[in-house]
């Protein structure tokens, strides 16, 4: 006799809009959201390095502040994965 245990769970990431950033994303040619990377990581599933390496392999759209801080394009991102970002 054995038994089947199955766990189901549901993941929900919310991105506080308090402080959103919009700016022009040369990539897609219009005006987008940009995210933090800990933000672009938590929506996607994966490490801050992970989300690192998808900006330098062209997977993700970026652009740097004057302060060099990296910020990801939410829409490449909302195509990257099943999670949606509003414009």
């Keep these: 006799m054995s038994t089947k245990i199955t766990f189901e769970t549901e993941r929900q990431v919310l991105i506080s809009q308090r402080r959103s ?19 672009a990581a938590a929506a996607a599933g994966v490490s801050s390095l992970t989300v690192y390496r998808m900006v330098e392999a062209g997977t993700l ?9 990296l910020l990801v394009c939410a829409v490449s991102l909302g195509q990257l994965t099943s999670f949606r970002l509003q414009k």
């Design 61 to 69: 759209h970026y652009a740097e502040t004057g302060a060099g801080e």
């Design 21 to 39: 950033l919009f700016a022009l994303c040369e990539a897609c040619g219009d005006e987008v959201r940009l995210v933090t990377v800990n933000e």
